[in-house]
């Protein structure tokens, strides 16, 4: 008959309180493994949650600097055209208007026109229109630092909320 090692331990009581240690034991380390794992997925998707949201703000500073300065030498009264067409290119090269944005196609037709044919109302019209980007991308970058990732529903609808306020302010 084999002899089984529960067996041998449970005959003493002594035998099952270092049995019940050793089971205590092994489940304490499973479970401390365990909880070490999820604080690193937690801490890494924090990580790039952070990253991703300090790129966004460094990319829509850079591109409201970059609109500001646009704006502004289109209205200035002594335009240099190559600069102008410069930060036009710069400008346009930042965005996607062969995607689904609706910002992105309009302010390259704007800024296309600007170009073409300085008129302060198609300067003030890309102003709005920025303005307008803006606030949806920052809108966009605070929820996303609360909650994390946001869903597509969730970006199409802050998308279409602002590009309404934006359409009625035109």
Request: aromatic share 10%.
């Amino acid at each position: 008959m084999r002899t089984n090692i529960i067996t041998i331990l449970a005959s003493n009581s002594a035998s099952i309180t270092v049995l019940a240690a050793l089971i205590g034991g092994v489940v304490s380390f499973i479970l401390s493994i365990i909880s070490i794992m999820l604080s690193v997925i937690k801490f890494r998707k924090k990580t790039f949650w952070t990253s991703v949201t300090k790129a966004r703000y460094r990319y829509l500073m850079q591109l409201r600097k970059l609109a500001a300065d646009f704006c502004y030498l289109a209205t200035a009264s002594n335009i240099r055209v190559n600069r102008l067409r410069a930060l036009s290119y710069e400008l346009k090269l930042r965005m996607n208007p062969a995607g689904d944005e609706k910002w992105d196609r309009e302010a390259v037709e704007l800024i296309d026109t600007i170009v073409v044919k300085t008129n302060p109302d198609t300067v003030k019209s890309l102003e709005k229109l920025m303005q307008s980007w803006f606030a949806f991308e920052w809108q966009g970058m605070k929820k996303e630092a609360q909650k994390g990732n946001l869903s597509d529903i969730e970006k199409k609808t802050l998308r279409n909320k602002l590009w309404r306020e934006y359409e009625r302010s035109k």
